[in-house]
């Protein structure tokens, strides 16, 4: 089966070896995940080179440990619309630091490539009946992306908007310098009147916490945008509590942002996206619809704090992002301010807030958490997933 390398028609030595079936001792050779978890310790001192194939329902962390034992990880598409093997990919380069070959094999589409590219592949297998001419074309033809993935380009909405501002990292530092003692209402203002007017959103997700936030920002301006991404997979109890804040809080300009009809309909047909490659299925109802909601502002307000998961304890006030200025009001504030604040504004609280959710996303990807585990810990419980991927942190720690 023709290789594609980096971008040209490669030799492959490779050797892929079905199920039990001989390994040669004189060429390199790519094992089946199950065989080498069989017999790890058989293959350490094997003279040849050492790869391995998984099948897109099996996860990188059973190799995570050794890693560095394999030339080559191939990971199967085995049908159009299982992508889980993006994520293992992203997985693989962005968490587990692997630097070797990345290979995709099976059901590998010619117009995926440019995305499985940024994803982290470098290697792909094609189909013996695909003229390759067409498949080198289609690795130069497409040079920006609408979605962004692990290679840390900025996909063409970010391109552009950065053409046209000035830079966002000067401006947040500047910021930071006078208003790093702020935090909470004070910040806000600062922001809202002085920094931004008329040029600032907020964005809310209406879970636990929310009502703090937009009523601070409902205090010093209650007409500030406000962006809601209504992904269609909130629990009822969201939407209405939703409701029911805008009105306690007279909030004059929530926007509930969704997704374009074709794309969903395009990338995520029977709505079971979510279970199959959750990252891309926040790109496609979360990422997205926020750089499109986005546009025309330069900053933008986000409720999150330090104390929610180890990820977040180096959030600051302050911070720049893409061409945006971020700030983060509450960053430092502790769930006791929290709590304090409720009882405080007598604020609303969300109706499953006192049932075991203290962090409340979309249903099929929120867990009730348990007494003393971290607020988040209940997000993507089943997954390697730790955020959506709305927030872009530079000066996150992921372990
Ligand atoms: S949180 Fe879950 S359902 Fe919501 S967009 Fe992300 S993967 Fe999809």
Redesign the pocket.
């Given at each position: 089966m023709p290789l594609i390398k980096h971008g040209r028609i490669a030799d492959d030595p490779w050797v892929t070896v079905d199920g039990d079936a001989p390994v040669p001792d004189d060429r390199p050779a790519i094992l089946p995940l199950d065989r080498w978890l069989g017999e790890p310790e058989q293959w350490q001192g094997r003279n040849g080179g050492l790869g391995i194939r998984m099948k897109s329902d099996q996860s990188p962390e059973a190799i995570r440990d050794r890693l560095e034992r394999f030339e080559v990880v191939a990971l199967e598409f085995p049908e159009f619309g299982d992508g889980r093997s993006y994520s293992h990919a992203r997985l693989l380069r962005e968490r587990f630091g692997f630097r070797g070959e990345l290979r995709a094999v099976g059901d590998v589409l010619r117009d995926q490539v440019q995305f499985m590219h940024r994803c982290g592949f470098d290697a792909f297998e094609v189909d013996d009946d695909s003229p390759l001419d067409a498949w080198l074309e289609s690795m130069s033809e497409i040079g920006c992306s609408y979605q962004p993935a692990s290679d840390g380009r900025p996909p063409i909405g970010a391109l552009r908007h950065a053409a046209r501002k000035p830079d966002a990292e000067a401006r947040a530092r500047s910021i930071l310098g006078r208003y790093g003692n702020l935090d909470g209402q004070a910040l806000i203002r600062a922001a809202i009147e002085r920094e931004f007017p008329g040029g600032i959103a907020a964005v809310a997700s209406f879970g636990a916490e929310s009502a703090v936030l937009l009523d601070l920002i409902a205090q010093v301006d209650p007409a500030t945008p406000i962006i809601f991404l209504e992904?269609g997979?909130h629990f009822e109890e969201t939407l209405a509590y939703r409701d029911r804040l805008v009105a306690h809080l007279g909030l004059t300009d929530v926007r509930s942002v969704t997704p374009e009809a074709d794309d969903r309909l395009a990338q995520d047909p029977d709505g079971d996206?979510?279970r199959r490659d959750?990252?891309r299925?926040?790109d496609?109802?979360?990422v997205r619809p926020l750089a499109r909601a986005l546009v025309g502002f330069d900053a933008w307000i986000s409720g999150r704090k330090r104390f929610h998961c180890a990820l977040r304890s180096g959030l600051p006030t302050v911070e720049a992002e893409d061409d945006r200025v971020k700030i983060n009001p509450l960053a430092r504030w502790t769930a006791e301010q929290l709590r304090d604040a409720f009882a405080r504004r007598r604020l609303p609280a969300h109706p499953l807030a006192g049932s075991g959710y203290p962090s409340i996303?979309?249903?099929?990807?929120?867990a009730k958490v348990a007494s003393g585990e971290p607020p988040r810990s209940g997000?993507?419980a089943n997954a390697e997933?730790t955020e959506?991927g709305i927030h872009k942190a530079k000066w996150a720690t992921n372990d």
């Amino acid at each position: 089966m023709p290789l594609i390398k980096h971008g040209r028609i490669a030799d492959d030595p490779w050797v892929t070896v079905d199920g039990d079936a001989p390994v040669p001792d004189d060429r390199p050779a790519i094992l089946p995940l199950d065989r080498w978890l069989g017999e790890p310790e058989q293959w350490q001192g094997r003279n040849g080179g050492l790869g391995i194939r998984m099948k897109s329902d099996q996860s990188p962390e059973a190799i995570r440990d050794r890693l560095e034992r394999f030339e080559v990880v191939a990971l199967e598409f085995p049908e159009f619309g299982d992508g889980r093997s993006y994520s293992h990919a992203r997985l693989l380069r962005e968490r587990f630091g692997f630097r070797g070959e990345l290979r995709a094999v099976g059901d590998v589409l010619r117009d995926q490539v440019q995305f499985m590219h940024r994803c982290g592949f470098d290697a792909f297998e094609v189909d013996d009946d695909s003229p390759l001419d067409a498949w080198l074309e289609s690795m130069s033809e497409i040079g920006c992306s609408y979605q962004p993935a692990s290679d840390g380009r900025p996909p063409i909405g970010a391109l552009r908007h950065a053409a046209r501002k000035p830079d966002a990292e000067a401006r947040a530092r500047s910021i930071l310098g006078r208003y790093g003692n702020l935090d909470g209402q004070a910040l806000i203002r600062a922001a809202i009147e002085r920094e931004f007017p008329g040029g600032i959103a907020a964005v809310a997700s209406f879970g636990a916490e929310s009502a703090v936030l937009l009523d601070l920002i409902a205090q010093v301006d209650p007409a500030t945008p406000i962006i809601f991404l209504e992904t269609g997979k909130h629990f009822e109890e969201t939407l209405a509590y939703r409701d029911r804040l805008v009105a306690h809080l007279g909030l004059t300009d929530v926007r509930s942002v969704t997704p374009e009809a074709d794309d969903r309909l395009a990338q995520d047909p029977d709505g079971d996206l979510w279970r199959r490659d959750p990252d891309r299925c926040c790109d496609l109802l979360k990422v997205r619809p926020l750089a499109r909601a986005l546009v025309g502002f330069d900053a933008w307000i986000s409720g999150r704090k330090r104390f929610h998961c180890a990820l977040r304890s180096g959030l600051p006030t302050v911070e720049a992002e893409d061409d945006r200025v971020k700030i983060n009001p509450l960053a430092r504030w502790t769930a006791e301010q929290l709590r304090d604040a409720f009882a405080r504004r007598r604020l609303p609280a969300h109706p499953l807030a006192g049932s075991g959710y203290p962090s409340i996303g979309c249903r099929p990807c929120t867990a009730k958490v348990a007494s003393g585990e971290p607020p988040r810990s209940g997000r993507w419980a089943n997954a390697e997933k730790t955020e959506c991927g709305i927030h872009k942190a530079k000066w996150a720690t992921n372990d």
